[in-house]
């Protein structure tokens, strides 16, 4: 069995050392931080965690709230989520989140995690309230919509995300370069979606822009691929909708849009610009390729794990919004 001393003489440091970085002490130097998990990774440490939480108090496992599974984006941010966790010495698990089911979650986690970490899930005021009187802390990838949650520790729950009103100037101000001056948005109505924050974003550069919003250019989408496609194709079907150019919450429901258009035989861009919000790798290989905010997902996903345990280890950390890219690719561009 591997020891702490094996890792610290492989690593050429003291076995105190070790126990820094395994507890994410600020005192060590970056350099040497870095040769103890090399030194971990080649040896395949795994610390006495038993040991460690009698001793701490602390389960050393971390709930993460998942919304789908099935979609990319988030299997995207759960790796890079998982291997920091991992790298610090701490079990991941993940729950499928279904609203009607919250409060079960006082239960669920009582004694078994040190923490929380949502997908952009809103969770009711008195849940949040009732895991912080645990000193259990909570911090969200996404910012939760409609809780007047914002970024930094004075508030509930701490979120990272993009600044979306900057990302949504980017995309809309390239579809107006397109000569597009109606532009519709798919979102999801499920309620306490994180979609809302990004509709709120594109709703009010689309006006400070000088555009007209208008509420019928709002579809529901449900988030995923089949029903985009579905209501999209009603909707050309119908010959109802009066945008030329339309922006999907994210890539599932744009690249179900691709396919309504295929089948209602409306030529993209040349009669529907279509864009997403994410930049998972499948918009790069659709049918034409998708215009898409591009989502730092590793950065995003690792920075949060990091919050949430620097959190639950009594140390400070930032809650910075992050910049994303636009990536211009035919589904927009003539």
């Not at 003291?14 to 870095?34: D, F, H, M, P, W």
């Not at 009698?54 to 919304?67: D, E, G, P, Y």
């Not at 040190?114 to 911090?139: C, N, R, S, W, Y």
Request: aromatic share 6%.
């Amino acid at each position: 069995m591997v020891t702490r001393k094996d890792v610290a003489d492989r690593a050429g440091v003291s076995s105190a050392v070790v126990s820094y970085v395994l507890n994410n002490r600020e005192i060590v130097k970056e350099e040497t931080r870095q040769k103890v998990l090399e030194a971990i990774r080649e040896l395949g440490y795994q610390p006495n965690l038993l040991a460690q939480s009698l001793k701490t108090k602390k389960s050393r496992q971390i709930a993460v709230l998942i919304n789908y599974l099935g979609n990319p984006f988030e299997a995207g941010l759960l790796i890079s989520i998982e291997q920091h966790a991992k790298d610090r010495g701490y079990f991941v698990f993940f729950q499928t989140y279904k609203q009607e089911e919250e409060d079960q979650l006082k239960s669920l986690f009582m004694g078994r995690v040190d923490g929380i970490l949502l997908l952009g899930q809103a969770l009711k005021p008195q849940v949040v309230e009732h895991f912080q009187t645990l000193d259990m802390p909570i911090v969200s990838v996404l910012r939760p919509a409609g809780s007047g949650m914002r970024s930094g520790s004075e508030a509930s729950v701490a979120y990272l995300d993009l600044d979306w009103e900057a990302e949504m100037s980017k995309l809309i101000r390239h579809l107006q370069q397109q000569g597009h001056t109606r532009i519709g948005f798919m979102g999801s109505g499920e309620a306490g979606q994180h979609y809302e924050v990004r509709l709120q974003a594109f709703i009010h550069v689309l006006r400070e822009t000088g555009c007209t919003w208008y509420s019928e250019d709002l579809l529901d989408g449900e988030g995923r691929f089949e029903p985009a496609e579905r209501v999209l194709h009603a909707e050309l079907m119908r010959q109802s909708a009066l945008f030329t150019a339309l922006v999907c919450a994210n890539d599932l429901m744009a690249a179900g849009c691709l396919a309504a258009c295929r089948k209602a035989g409306v030529g993209v861009p040349s009669q529907l610009a279509v864009a997403g919000c994410e930049d998972i790798l499948m918009s790069s290989q659709t049918d034409p390729p998708l215009t898409a905010i591009h989502y730092p997902r590793p950065q995003i996903g690792e920075a949060a794990m990091k919050l949430l345990l620097d959190t639950i280890e009594g140390n400070t950390a930032e809650t910075p919004l992050f910049s994303g890219e636009l990536v211009v690719r035919r589904s927009t561009e003539v």
